[in-house]
């Protein structure tokens, strides 16, 4: 019993002692591995596409590197624990060290052991990168966007000679510019601005244009001026960007052409061009989103552009109907003035709304007597601005036989009223009825088939194309989670082949061995790729998860195979 005992504890220490001297081979070969990879694609990938981004500069690079690098290792680790488990596992063999553990009477497939603890590893760090490290990131480079737009747009000018905020579908504004240049703290409190810090940055534009197109494309105002200064506002989690011009003409499409001394555009909110993808986010959220695909930012931003689209059909279904049963339409500004709308012919046509024979009242509670419209033909059309709410626009036009006439507060019933080609109510809210009726359909209700379309065959087609792609959505996050936790998995089948092909293939043809490891690891990656694929489409839901998880057993049983008959105990 004692002899046993004493053997027990040899062998036991021995073990212990391989061990340690595999694994530290391991470990070495893995580290040495993964900074080469990590140099290579940095050097010849990340900082080439950086590089290629306008408008950074070699500090926001240098920056940014930090941010970059855990990322990149973690694409390369398990490249470089296959690499590393081939090679070591493949020396031992060639220096017989697994046939004198065999003599020794010691299991060669403990030896195993320490390739596992390497994968394990691996597969968590992979994890981690995925559900911590990648969405830090994605908030670094947000935040530093944030703080750093108004470099990013100085450079853009300075370089290209414009700047666009926006995208096809929501309002764009374009900025150009013959010059740009600094302002000094001094100036800026001159003219009565804060100084730049704290969240605040300017610069000034010599000859600026500035353009503003809608959602559907359609230019809606044009600016010309002699001078500009741009402020870039990161106070707030939107950032705000306003434009001071000097001596400018503004053109409104279809209405006015006015000449302003000063004028201020704005504030826009500037848009951030990095947006957060499911690929960007950690498992969690994935998660959430996959059973609420409408709290994901593409798809909220598109249920909120229905829900506009929804309060634009409701307010002009309300007003024909007011109008056409000979009730007044009334309607209150952002300034709280009061506008009473009476027409004895109504027309509705898409979105406006066409009145005949119109008379219109706005009250001021600062005025004892109201503003008193007349007009021969008006329309009441609806503007949605990005950012902003959706707001009526009643649009008082002349014809050839008959001027619009505005008696103002303090104009007498006596004299005669003001005759004009044109007269404008702008900003009107819609009624507090609107905004409860588009209430009743929240995110949930709107993307549920069994919820009615609106007979409205624009908003109807709109409808219908956001379900489709929450859908689609929906189905890429689940092929997103699959894919993920799957790529993690595979380095706990991938890297213990590669070890046991080291021993197999020992000596010269341990790079062979390395070029067969990645074999599996290649199909592995390719199936999770089309599983992926698949589970995005809407017929393979259960197929695309089956490839994933099915080509990562099919290597596990090969494991078991080579670790049974290939490799002698």
């Not at 809606?220 to 989690?237: K, P």
């Not at 959706?390 to 001027?403: G, K, P, S, W």
């Amino acid at each position: 019993m004692w002899l046993r005992s004493g053997f027990e504890n040899e062998v036991h220490a021995l073990l212990t002692t391989l061990h340690a001297y595999v694994l530290r081979e391991l470990l070495k070969t893995f580290a040495l591995t993964v900074v080469a990879l990590t140099g290579l694609f940095t050097m010849g990938g990340g900082l080439y596409n950086v590089l290629r981004y306008e408008g950074v500069t070699t500090a926001d690079l240098i920056r940014v590197l930090p941010w970059l690098l855990p990322i990149v290792v973690t694409v390369t680790m398990p490249i470089a624990a296959l690499f590393a488990t081939t090679i070591t596992y493949g020396r031992f063999a060639a220096d017989n060290e697994f046939t004198a553990c065999r003599a020794a009477g010691v299991n060669v497939h403990y030896l195993f052991l320490s390739a596992v603890l390497l994968s394990v590893f691996v597969a968590l760090v992979t994890i981690f990168s995925a559900n911590f490290v990648i969405p830090d990131f994605v908030k670094r480079i947000d935040r530093y966007a944030r703080s750093n737009l108004r470099d990013l747009a100085y450079t853009r000018l300075r370089q290209r000679g414009f700047i666009r905020y926006g995208q096809e579908g929501v309002d764009q504004y374009v900025l150009t510019a013959q010059g740009v240049d600094n302002v000094t703290d001094k100036a800026l409190r001159d003219a009565g601005f804060e100084p730049q810090g704290g969240g605040l940055g300017y610069f000034w534009v010599d000859t600026p244009t500035f353009l503003w197109i809608d959602r559907e494309g359609e230019l809606v105002q044009f600016t010309l001026a002699q001078g500009g200064l741009c402020q870039f506002d990161t106070r707030q989690s939107d950032v705000k960007v306003t434009v001071y011009i000097q001596d400018a003409r503004m053109y409104e499409v279809g209405r006015a052409s006015i000449q302003v001394r000063d004028q201020v555009i704005g504030p826009i909110t500037a848009p951030i061009p990095l947006p957060l993808k499911p690929s960007m986010v950690d498992l969690q959220t994935l998660v959430r989103w996959r059973r609420a695909p409408w709290e994901a930012p593409e798809i909220e931003e598109r249920v909120q552009r229905v829900h506009d689209g929804l309060r634009v059909l409701l307010f002009t279904q309300l007003a024909a109907r007011q109008l056409e049963s000979g009730q007044p339409l009334e309607l209150q500004d952002e300034r709280g003035r009061t506008c009473h709308i009476r027409a004895a012919g109504v027309t509705v046509d898409a979105s406006e709304i066409r009145l005949a024979d119109v008379h219109a009242e706005l009250q001021d509670e600062r005025q004892e007597r109201p503003t008193r419209f007349s007009a021969p033909e008006a329309r009441i059309t609806t503007r949605r601005a990005a950012g902003q709410p959706v707001l009526a626009e009643l649009n008082l036009l002349a014809t050839i036989d008959r001027f619009v006439e505005e008696r103002g507060p303090l104009v007498r019933d006596s004299e005669p009223p003001r005759s004009k080609p044109s007269a404008a109510v702008e900003r009107l809210r819609l009624p507090e009825a609107v905004e409860q009726d588009v209430q009743r359909f929240p995110a949930p209700v709107l993307l549920d088939p069994a919820t009615a379309a609106p007979a409205d065959e624009a908003l109807s087609r709109a409808i219908g194309k956001l379900r489709a792609d929450a859908e689609r959505l929906a189905r890429r996050v689940l092929a997103l989670i699959h894919f993920r936790l799957g790529f993690a998995s595979s380095a706990l089948v991938t890297i213990l082949m590669g070890a046991m092909l080291g021993v197999i293939f020992r000596g010269a043809r341990v790079l062979g061995a390395f070029a067969l490891a990645c074999i599996p690891f290649g199909t592995v990656t390719i199936l999770m790729l089309m599983g992926r694929s698949v589970t995005e489409s809407r017929a393979g839901e259960t197929l695309g998860p089956l490839l994933i998880w099915g080509g990562l057993a099919a290597v596990g049983v090969a494991d078991w195979l080579i670790l049974r008959l290939g490799v002698r105990r």
